[in-house]
Every structure is written in structure tokens, then in C-alpha cells.
């Protein structure tokens, strides 16, 4: 079935999906916020960056990160000076790298789910003496919670399936860097279809389900709405 | 006590100006057409309208002046929306408890129990506002404005968006509120029958501006203002329950003009009632005919003021014992019988809607 290095592989992959969600979730989400709400001219230059992963190739954000965070980049050099590594080829480069491209997954549907609240019930809360932050916490975030759910998974899965920016700014480390993707592309090359089945299969089943169980919640949710 | 506020701003071709002292008691009806600027001075107020260099004085207590904007949750006011805003992620007990929890105990002057009795929303606690009627969502969002304990409260066409079943249900609440607390009410309405039956003071607004204020029984009569020039042009006069005829089954009301013989209501003798008196119901004479009409209330009144009203017809305010009241009558007839300021003439009163 599954060999050491598929499981380590599989291991690695959630833990950076993991990670990458929820360093996305606290970034995310106040910049959805400020989307949803801004009356800023910048915002349409701000929106048009955050969505610039969805048609750039991986490869093309993989270079351009590899650049920064290579020991000659302005940021792997300032990590370097500060006695740090630089992030290349690195499972925290990876984080980096995932970050950016699952970024849209998240601030998307988090933006949507906060213009669909619409100013009203956050004006309610003001004339109910709730604070800025208060009203934010205890109406804004459980009111977009299907919008939550959506940019969590969405996020998640999405890392998952990193595949481009990993093999640029990653490379194939076992342990380090060699996530399931890479796996697999590592089986198909050596004619390994089996190996390559159990992987690709399981990626497939997962991904149905979460977003299967998103649907199935979001639309729960909505049910309760009036 | 009194509101004062000041309001200037402009906004996408809309000029707003609005200048009003209002008393700090009672119910206030910002009336005028939609799109006046009715709901934006209410949200001025509320500070969900930042208008800056406006000022506002609720009481002694300023909340916008040159040096200081109070940011609306540091307000003590209660907003009751037109389209109800209730979380729905809440249940009731929880929405009310939304505003409640937030505000300081030694300040709290309404109780959890006192609102819930006053608005019957008792069988709501438990529910969540996706399964409440139109009626009983505007009783739970007014209930849970009460529990902030408001110095203010104000109220943008709450009955707006329900339908004449659920508005009949509602408004039996609005005079209790009336009645049982002393908080004063800013009102935004453009039924004028909401007005007639709540209010006690009036401001008239028009694009942006006030165009007039004051109490209610003499905004309804100011032939200058376009209240008394309408169709439904109508006096409110406040009286007192005296007696009631068991034979004819009657009730006798006293105003400082007279006495009202209305149909037989149950109301307990010494209840102060409002009544209203359209213009058209009421016709002049010179003489007093106590027999040969069937109308049993005619009271001595003098003419104050003559307008026309349309090309046939004129306004007459009159007062009764120093109330006002409306007398649409054609120009014929105010020709005939020779009407002008200061004629005593006999007003002759056709019907009576008691607003209990």
C-alpha cells in the first residue's frame, strides 16, 4: 500500500496545510474585513493582488519567491544576516510559499461572507453598546461562520494540492519538503502506477468529502437564517 | 428638558439642515415624505451619522459638540429598526440579553422580567428570530432596546414593514410604553395615523430641513403647514373620561371646550384619551340648534384662522374653550355665513375616533 516515504510525505503535506490555514486564517481575516467595509480608491489594486494567485502558474510564483527567500534575495539575505537560513528549500519557505498561494482560497470567501452581513447588524450591536471589537467577535465572525468553514477548507485543501510553487521553492527533501504531490509525481515517473493509485485516489476521496461536508453545513446554516 | 440638536451636511446632492429643540419627554414624530431626511437625522442622533460640527444635547448631557463625537455605543439610546435587525445566530433570550449584559448593573433601570412582561415575549425565549412572525420580531427588537435602560429611545418607522394585522398588534405596546416608562421617544413615521394616536409633539420635515415643530394638537391645526390641508386633515384633542350611559350606552368625555358623547367604550371613569376630530366631520352654524339635528356634540368655538383648501372648499381652525380643531367647509358656505377671525360660531361634530 503506502510506503514509509508516502507517510512521511502525507504527514508533512497536513502539517503544512494545517499550519498554512491557520496562519491564513488570522491574516485573512482582517484583510477580508477591510475589503468587505473599505471605501478605499487602493482597494481594487489590493483585490486584484490577492487574486493574482489564481491565474498565475505556480511556477511563476515559485520563482519569484525563490528569488526573495534565497540567500541572495532581500528576505533570505536579511534572514541570513540576522543568523537565521534562508527559506529556500525549507519546510518554513514552504509555509511562506503556501501562504501566498492559497491566499484567495481564504480572503475571498471570507470577503464575501462579510459583505453579505451587510452594515446593519453591526449597527445594531453599536446602539447595543458593543464596542468596535466586541460587535466584530460577537457578531461579524459568528454571523460569516459558513464563510469560515469555506475559506478554511477551501484553504486547507487547496495546500494540499500545492504542486508548482512547492517543486520551485522546495525542491524534494523526504521529511522536509517532499509533500504528497511530489510523491506521486516521484512514483509516476518511476512507472510506480500502484503507488501512485493509493495516493492519488485518497487525495481525490478527500477533497470530494471536505468540500461535501462544506456544502452540507454551509447550507444547514442557511436554513437558519430568517 | 430638552434635545437640542444641529445637523449640516451634504451628501451625493442631498442637503441636509436640520436645526430642532424637542422636549425630553414624551413621543417626538419626525414626520414628512420618504426621502425628506427623516431616518438620516434619526441616525445623526444615533451617531451612526457622523455630520461634522453637528451638535447635540440630550438632557444636560452633550454627545456631539465641537470638542467630542460619543461614538454610538457609548450612547445611552436604544434604535428600534424599521427592518427589525435581530441576530439571527440568537436565540431571543439571547438577543435581549445582547444589550443587557453590555450595560453597566448600576445603571440598569428595566429589568429582564419587566421588558419580557411589557412586549409578552415570554413564549419567544427560546426561539430563534428565523421562526418569529413580522409582529413578534418588532416586539422582541423594541424589548431588547428597552433592557439597554435608554435615556433616549429612537424608533424609525417600526411598523413600516408589517402588515395592518401586526401593526394593530404592536401598537397596543407603543401606548404602553407610552404610558409605563418615562423614556422620551424619537418616532420616525410618515402615517399620519401612527402620528395622531402617539405623539405628543411633531416635527415636520421636508428635503432635508425641519419645516416646523411643535406639540401635536397645534402642528394638526396650522392651516400654514400642509397637515390641515389634506383629505384627512384632523384635530387631536386629549379628554377625560367622565361618565357613561348605561340606557343609551353612551360615554361622556370633558375637554376644556365642552363635553364628547361618544359610543359606549370601557374605559374606567378619570382615563385621559385622545380623541381625533377629522375636519371634515365638523360643520359651522351661527345659531346653537339643540333640537332638530341629531348631532349631540356642538360646542361653542371662535374662528381663528381661514385657508383655502382647494378651489371649492376652505380649512377653518377654530377653538374650543382654547382648543383647536378643523372645520373643511365649502367657500359657499363660509361666504354665506359671513366667517372671518374672531366670529363665534357653533362647531357641529359628525363623528369621533377615540384612540384608546
Known sequence: MLTEADLTALALTFRLAGLTTVILLFLGTPLAWWLANTRCRCKTWVEAAVALPLVLPPTVLGFYLLILLGPHGPIGGAMQALGGQPLAFTFAGLVVGSVCYSLPFVVQPLRDAFAAIGPRPMEVAATLRAAPLDRFFTVAVPLARPGFLTAAVLGFAHTVGEFGVVLMIGGNIPGETQVLSIAIYDHVERLDYGHAHWLAGGLLALSFFLLLAVYTVNRRFRGMQP | ?356
Open chain 2, 1 to 356: 428638558m430638552t434635545i437640542e440638536a444641529r445637523f449640516r451636511f451634504a451628501r451625493g446632492g442631498f442637503t441636509f439642515d436640520a436645526e430642532l429643540t424637542v422636549p425630553a419627554r414624551g413621543v417626538t414624530a419626525i414626520f414628512g415624505p420618504s426621502g425628506c431626511g427623516k431616518t438620516t437625522l434619526l441616525r445623526a442622533v444615533a451617531g451612526l451619522e457622523h455630520a461634522p460640527d453637528g451638535y447635540l444635547r440630550v438632557g444636560d448631557e452633550a454627545w456631539q459638540d465641537r470638542q467630542r463625537f460619543v461614538p454610538c455605543h457609548r450612547r445611552p439610546l436604544g434604535y428600534v429598526f424599521q427592518e427589525v435587525g435581530l441576530f439571527a445566530h440568537l436565540t431571543v433570550r439571547h438577543n435581549l440579553e445582547y444589550g443587557l449584559k453590555r450595560v453597566a448593573a448600576d445603571t440598569r433601570r428595566v429589568a429582564f422580567d419587566e421588558a419580557v412582561a411589557l412586549l409578552r415575549v415570554a413564549p419567544l425565549l427560546d426561539r430563534r428570530p428565523a421562526g418569529l412572525s413580522g409582529g413578534e420580531r418588532q416586539r422582541v427588537a423594541i424589548a431588547r432596546a428597552l433592557l439597554t435602560s435608554p435615556r433616549l429611545l429612537l424608533m424609525d418607522e417600526p411598523l413600516a414593514a408589517l402588515d395592518q394585522a401586526s401593526k394593530g398588534e404592536i401598537l397596543p405596546f407603543l401606548d404602553r410604553l407610552h404610558e409605563e416608562l418615562e423614556i422620551p421617544v424619537l418616532y420616525v413615521s410618515h402615517a399620519p395615523d401612527e402620528v395622531a394616536r402617539l405623539a405628543d409633539h411633531l416635527v415636520l420635515m421636508h428635503d432635508g430641513r425641519v419645516a416646523a415643530s411643535g406639540p401635536i394638537a397645534d402642528m394638526m391645526t396650522r392651516v400654514d403647514l400642509p397637515l390641515a390641508h389634506g383629505n384627512d386633515a384632523e384635530a387631536v384633542i386629549e379628554a377625560t373620561v367622565v361618565d357613561h350611559d348605561d340606557r343609551y350606552h353612551l360615554t361622556y368625555l370633558t375637554f376644556p371646550g365642552g363635553r364628547f358623547t361618544v359610543n359606549r367604550k370601557d374605559l374606567p371613569v378619570g382615563r385621559r384619551v385622545r380623541l381625533r376630530v377629522a375636519a371634515r366631520d365638523v360643520s359651522l352654524s351661527l345659531g346653537y340648534h339643540s333640537t332638530g339635528t341629531s348631532i349631540l356634540n356642538i360646542f361653542p368655538a371662535r374662528v381663528e384662522e381661514i385657508a383655502d383648501a382647494n378651489p371649492s372648499q376652505v380649512t377653518v381652525r377654530l377653538t374650543a374653550g382654547g382648543v383647536p380643531m378643523l372645520s373643511r367647509i365649502t367657500r359657499k358656505s363660509a361666504a354665506a355665513l359671513g366667517l372671518s377671525p374672531g366670529v363665534e360660531v357653533y362647531a357641529q361634530v359628525k363623528s369621533v375616533a377615540l384612540l384608546a
